[in-house]
């Protein structure tokens, strides 16, 4: 049986009875939703007229009625709705209307879904769904697109300004901007974001003119916190989530970055004022909102730098100052508050860079280049390494001025060891370390020895193993030199036919590692010599390749001066025990005879009977009984001196070591420079000089900060001692000669 031919008119008039009817279910009007008989007979209008053979297919023709369909639907009905409605209102409608629109695509693309099957898959023409869309995209959209964008944008401003306004409504405007694009966001982005960014960059411009004028920088910020807290809620609640790094990058903009310089710097309030205040809340505001900018940070480092290089240059200052009040007395006492108060400000400043600044490297940097400032000033005469050295002694020592618990000496030389690392001559702090340390370990000085190991191993950790192999060595050389009195002791008591003929303690040590003594060829009394001998034989019975060195001038004695009030004990160094033993063969002598039998240099000797006549215990007295030394002086015993103790120390005048630290520290780098230029041309073989001397300064830097006049005389003393030549053509070349 044949299909009856469906002709054009005719079924679109039926298909046309099906459209008013969605039309007007779509409008609200009485209307009985579809049924399933509905549906399933409009579908298969459809399909007929789709399947008739030509030239009754009518495929091209409904296709093209489909969308005069939705044409003609929005200008006779949704647009005049739209154009008679302003602001809030017109957008409700336009709400309704695409949803509408959106429900009306569904259905019909339904009722003509065999176009889509076959005809537009064949064909390759544009889907039943998007042509409808795109109806309402050309049509409506593209007139209202501007309207909306104001109003929307009206709205926000107002939501901005603290009112109340529907954004369940924005929310769904702005969806419409997305959905129009059908996967593209270019309509949203162009037709909406573009102007939403340019008006909030105007909006948070004329606040932050007046803010900058009105507020503290502390407000100021807290205001900028709360503005891009809530342009964020913004996002979350209506706009799309693409748009919220932009629109956060236009407030920090026109918040942060335009006004950064006037907002940090302000009089009362800015960086330095809330540093200045420790206002640490504040500051970690500014970390939060500036370390998302671009380069935000820097200013803010370079005040905390500056801040911190003022606040420790004026500690050390106000040292200096307070020494060269004092004179040359108590300079000490000074040195050890200014390192007190460094480790104090470093503390302080470092839970700064922690904390309100979350371990940001350029903090790091600035707090180090500010350190670096003020910690290599020296205090009257004295450098920071040897401050640092003094520090340490003094809560290293038996009695020092800081009564400290383990603990605290431990956290105390933890912070020490920091410190080193802002101060470019390490060597030198080295060398005075070492200078202390031996007088500590030696005069028995050392307060505990776990300490001395504890710091030397957090030494070794900062500086490497080659800074603290010479001290390690001093403290390994000392228990060792333990082992060898006891078996020394052990000795005399096996061998009763050798006496020294008093108690003998020898501390031996390896020359290698101890600061160099200047040891005299001292005539020592009879006494003296027995020992020296006995102690000898000894030594050679345990080792006979090794050359004992015997330095005086670090021994002590204890004597006994038989003064006719009473006997006392006195406690002196070897020198003043030898010249003090000349007065039991005779009651007076000159200078020149105590010069002659001691075989002692005159500035030594000068000392020796300065310590024993002029100063606190007249143990000699002089003629002329004046105040200073001098050749033509005579000396006797004072057999009538006396003291209330029994046991009295006669301290030697001390002798300004710091100059021969120096000396000692400044061979030590010309050795050092050396070995680096040797080093760098040996593997490079040709090296222009400026190449030259900033590798050799890298290399060094570690250790000390190298004169470049120093590396220049050193690269001619090479020269000169044939390990490099200069190239014949370019004189700034320099050869390695192997």
Request: a neutral charge; aromatic letters at 10%; charged letters at 30%.
């Amino acid at each position: 049986m044949e299909r009856k031919i469906i002709e054009l008119d005719q079924g679109w008039d039926y298909m046309q009875k099906g459209i008013t009817k969605l039309k007007r279910i779509l409008e609200g009007l009485p209307e009985a939703q579809f049924n399933s008989e509905e549906y399933m007979m409009l579908y298969t209008t459809i399909y007929n007229m789709c399947t008739q053979k030509p030239p009754y297919d009518y495929s091209q023709q409904l296709y093209d009625k489909y969308r005069e369909a939705f044409e003609e639907y929005i200008t006779t009905t949704v647009m005049p709705s739209l154009r008679e409605k302003h602001d809030e209102f017109m957008l409700r409608e336009l709400v309704q209307r695409w949803a509408n629109h959106k429900i009306m695509v569904r259905w019909l693309s339904r009722f003509f879904h065999y176009l889509d099957r076959y005809f537009i898959a064949r064909r390759s023409l544009p889907a039943l769904n998007e042509v409808g869309l795109s109806c309402f995209r050309d049509l409506v959209y593209r007139e209202v697109n501007a309207n909306a964008r104001v109003a929307v944008i009206g709205l926000i401003d107002k939501e901005r300004e603290g009112e109340q306004i529907d954004r369940a409504l924005l929310k769904n405007v702005i969806d419409i901007f997305v959905e129009i694009g059908m996967g593209q966001m270019d309509a949203y982005e162009q037709d909406f974001e573009t102007q939403l960014l340019n008006d909030t960059g105007d909006y948070y411009s004329r606040k932050a003119s007046n803010w900058i004028l009105e507020d503290s920088c502390p407000d100021y910020m807290l205001k900028a916190e709360e503005c891009l807290r809530r342009e964020r809620d913004r996002v979350s609640h209506y706009l799309h989530s693409s748009s919220e790094q932009k629109l956060v990058e236009k407030v920090q903009n026109e918040l942060l970055v335009v006004y950064a310089t006037q907002l940090l710097e302000k009089e009362h309030s800015g960086c330095r004022a809330l540093l200045r205040d420790d206002k640490v809340e504040d500051l970690s505001r500014i970390y939060r909102l500036y370390h998302k900018i671009t380069k935000g940070l820097d200013p803010v480092a370079a005040v905390f730098k500056q801040h911190v290089t003022a606040e420790g240059t004026a500690l050390v200052q106000a040292a200096e100052d307070a020494t060269s009040n004092q004179g040359s007395t108590g300079s000490g006492a000074q040195e050890q508050v200014l390192v007190r108060k460094i480790i104090e400000l470093h503390d302080k400043y470092m839970a700064y860079v922690n904390d309100c600044f979350i371990n940001h490297s350029l903090f790091h940097k600035a707090l180090k280049e500010a350190f670096e400032v003020f910690c290599n000033k020296a205090v009257s005469g004295s450098s920071s390494a040897e401050l640092l050295a003094g520090f340490c002694d003094n809560i290293l020592k038996k009695g020092g001025s800081e009564k400290l618990s383990d603990e605290a000496i431990e956290e105390t030389l933890e912070k020490v060891v920091k410190l080193l690392a802002y101060i470019s001559d390490k060597d030198l702090f080295a060398e005075f370390y070492r200078k202390k340390l031996a007088r500590r370990l030696l005069f028995d000085r050392s307060a505990n020895e776990d300490h001395e190991k504890s710091i030397l191993t957090k030494l070794k950790q900062q500086c490497g193993g080659q800074f603290t192999s010479k001290m390690e060595g001093m403290v390994t050389d000392l228990t060792v030199a333990r082992d060898n009195q006891v078996n020394f002791e052990e000795y005399l008591k096996s061998n009763e036919n050798v006496s020294p003929g008093m108690d003998l303690t020898v501390t031996v040590l390896t020359t290698g590692y101890w600061p160099s003594y200047k040891s005299f060829d001292l005539n020592l009394p009879e006494e003296m010599v027995r020992c020296v001998e006995v102690f000898k034989a000894f030594y050679e019975t345990k080792t006979k390749h090794r050359k004992l060195t015997w330095i005086y001038s670090l021994g002590t004695c204890h004597i006994n001066g038989k003064f006719e009030p009473k006997t006392i004990e006195l406690v002196v160094s070897t020198y003043q025990a030898a010249l003090l033993l000349l007065f039991n063969t005779a009651e007076k002598l000159s200078y020149s005879e105590i010069l002659t039998q001691l075989n002692l240099t005159h500035d030594d000797l000068v000392r020796l009977l300065h310590s024993l006549s002029c100063a606190k215990y007249k143990i000699l007295l002089k003629e002329p009984a004046t105040k200073t030394v001098s050749p033509n002086d005579n000396f006797e015993f004072n057999s009538k001196f006396t003291d209330r103790l029994r046991r009295i120390k006669i301290p030697l005048p001390p002798v300004d070591e710091r100059k021969k630290v120096i000396e000692d520290v400044d061979k030590d780098r010309r050795y050092a420079i050396d070995a680096a230029i040797v080093r760098i041309m040996k593997s490079r073989k040709v090296l222009g000089h400026q190449q030259l001397v900033m590798e050799c300064v890298e290399q060094l830097g570690r250790m000390f900060k190298p004169d470049i006049k120093a590396i220049k005389k050193r690269i001619e003393d090479l020269i000169t001692r044939d390990y490099l030549e200069r190239d014949k053509e370019n004189p700034n070349m320099f050869k390695y000669l192997a």
